[in-house]
């Protein structure tokens, strides 16, 4: 693949992992600042190539680092997401890895704090990716998920502003996805908000239960709610089922659903287990009065009388 890109560009052959194999890949982005059908598979190949210089150089070779961090790689790989370029989508998916591969691997704080640094990851996660696109948002997901994994006393500051109107898009932005079709995008979710809980920071976390609990919290509480009613109809569909043929289907859909609401209880005891402050009190409050009371009131009320199914006329 690279040989065809040095043809492409006329350039001559590079050793691999060094500082002139890491220009010629700048190179590559400098002449595609536009990204067609006929070079998408260039671009892909060039930025999965700079993720590898990168990760090598943090460990043997400090000059590539250096270059990435003097030649302002991010903000070229970041550009790729304004709107008025267009960028096909494998190009979007390769930079989302590279980034997620860097927080990942990489051990230089200089690197990580250059990443972290001027609000552009910021703005990557408040970016607009199409929710329909389910590929593209499971590595966003997993960007935010490594994101969050450089959360700590010292980094804190690069992703909750304590302006006059805090922002915390690394949460607020995720805590969307939290009822998501996609099983790993969920699980994703519950471990990037707990990443969050553990920071004790008292302004972030001031935040988290003045601005986020409440709704977060009774999201998650009339999930289970809901899946509580599905079960039980479920259930109520197996008891009066007319064929055995109907029931394996029934049991798999309650099984699962059962699955889910112990990963959600699993994950209601870490968050109290975080202690944050306010945000075990709106849990309780909403588990008492949006869970428990709904459930106890249902089943006192009247079942209402079922109807035997009719049974089928002679032919």
């Given amino acids: 693949m690279f040989k065809k890109i040095s043809d492409a560009l006329g350039l001559g052959a590079v050793e691999r992992f060094s500082v002139p194999r890491f220009k010629h890949n700048e190179a590559v982005l400098d002449k595609n600042p536009i990204v067609t059908a006929a070079t998408i598979d260039v671009v892909v190949e060039t930025i999965r190539e700079i993720s590898e210089l990168v990760i090598w150089g943090d460990s043997h070779n400090a000059a590539i680092t250096e270059l990435f961090l003097e030649h302002h790689i991010l903000e070229k790989l970041l550009s790729y997401f304004e709107p008025a370029r267009r960028t096909p989508k494998a190009v979007k998916v390769q930079i989302l890895q590279t980034l997620s591969i860097f927080f990942q691997n990489l051990q230089s704080d200089t690197i990580i704090f250059y990443l972290l640094s001027n609000n552009h990851l910021n703005e990557l996660i408040t970016h607009r990716f199409d929710c329909s696109d389910d590929e593209l948002i499971s590595y966003y997901i997993s960007f935010l998920k490594a994101l969050s994994l450089r959360l700590n006393s010292d980094t804190i500051h690069f992703f909750y502003n304590p302006g006059k109107i805090p922002e915390f898009p690394l949460l607020t932005e995720s805590i969307r996805f939290f009822n998501h079709e996609d099983h790993m995008v969920r699980v994703a979710i519950r471990m990037l908000t707990l990443n969050v809980f553990k920071i004790a920071d008292d302004n972030m976390r001031a935040f988290v239960a003045t601005k986020t609990a409440v709704p977060y919290v009774s999201s998650i509480v009339w999930d289970l709610l809901k899946r509580y009613r599905s079960m039980d109809q479920l259930v109520q569909r197996a008891v009066y089922a007319q064929s055995p043929r109907e029931l394996p289907p029934l049991l798999s859909s309650a099984e699962g659903m059962l699955q889910e609401q112990l ?31 709904n459930l106890c009131l249902e089943s006192l009320a009247p079942e209402a009388p079922r109807v035997a199914p009719l049974s089928r006329a002679p032919d």
């Avoid at 209880?265 to 428990?292: A, F, T, W």
């Fill in 263 to 293: 990963d959600i209880l699993y994950y209601i005891k870490d968050v109290y287990q975080s202690e944050v402050p306010g945000m075990n009190h709106v849990l309780s409050s909403r588990l008492l009065h949006q869970l428990l009371c």
